[in-house]
C-alpha cells in the first residue's frame, strides 16, 4: 500500500489549534499586544497633536448624538501633524461609525457586532486553523486587536478616536471623488491603528485561505488514514 503521509501538505499537521498551546500564546500575544499598542497610541495622538492635550468626555458625546448634532465641536481647532508629505499626517478625528466613518450613530449595534465578531473568530481559530498555521493565527489575532481596540473606545468614550490620515493632499484624477466627499482625495479619511490591523488581519486570512485548504483538522486527520 502506499505511504499517503504524503499527501499531506507539511504545513497542516493533524493537530487542531485549540489543543497547541503556542498556538494560543500567539493568538494572545498578538490580540493584546496589538490593543495595547492602538490603544496607547489613539492616547499618544490626543495628547501630542493639538496644542493642548484632548480628553473626550463619554457623556457629552452621548448627549450630543442624542441631540443629533455632530461631536466635532468637542476637539480644539488644530493643525495637522505632518509626519511624511503627501503621505502621512496626523489629525484628530472623532468617529461615531466604522471603519472609515460607516454607519454613524450605531453604536450598540457596533459593539454587539464587534462582540460577536470577537467570538467568531476565535471559533474559527479552534475549529479551521491547525497547529502550525501561523499566517491564520496571526490574522485572526490581528482582527481581533483591532476590534478589542475600537470597542474600548465605544465602551469608554462612546465614539471611536481615530488620528492617521494617510495620502494628505493627493487628489484622484480628472476631478474624480468619493460618494458624499467633495475634496478629491485618493483617500480622505481618517482612521487608527485598530482599523489597520483590522485590513491587514482580513487580507492575511483571504491569503490564508486561498493558500490552504479550509478542511478542518479533525476532517483532515481522519480522511489521511488508511482504510
Known sequence: MADRTHDRPSHLPESPAWKSLGAWVLLAVITFGGCAIDLASKSAAFRMVAETPVEIDRTAVIELTSRGLGIESLLPPHTPRVVIPSVLEFQLVLNKGAVFGLGAGKR???????????GIGLWAFGRWTHARDRLSHVAIGLVLAGGLGNVYDRLVFACVRD?????????????????????????????????????????????????????????????????
Open 108 to 118: 450598540w449595534i457596533f459593539v454587539a457586532f464587534t462582540l460577536a465578531a470577537i
Open 163 to 227: 488620528f492617521l490620515h494617510p495620502l494628505p493632499g493627493v487628489r484622484l484624477p480628472f476631478g474624480w471623488h468619493w460618494p458624499n466627499d467633495p475634496s478629491g482625495e485618493v483617500w480622505p479619511w481618517v482612521s487608527n491603528i485598530a482599523d489597520l490591523f483590522l485590513i491587514v488581519g482580513v487580507a492575511g486570512l483571504m491569503v490564508s485561505m486561498w493558500r490552504v485548504p479550509s478542511e478542518p483538522p479533525e476532517e483532515a486527520s481522519a480522511s489521511d488514514r488508511p482504510e
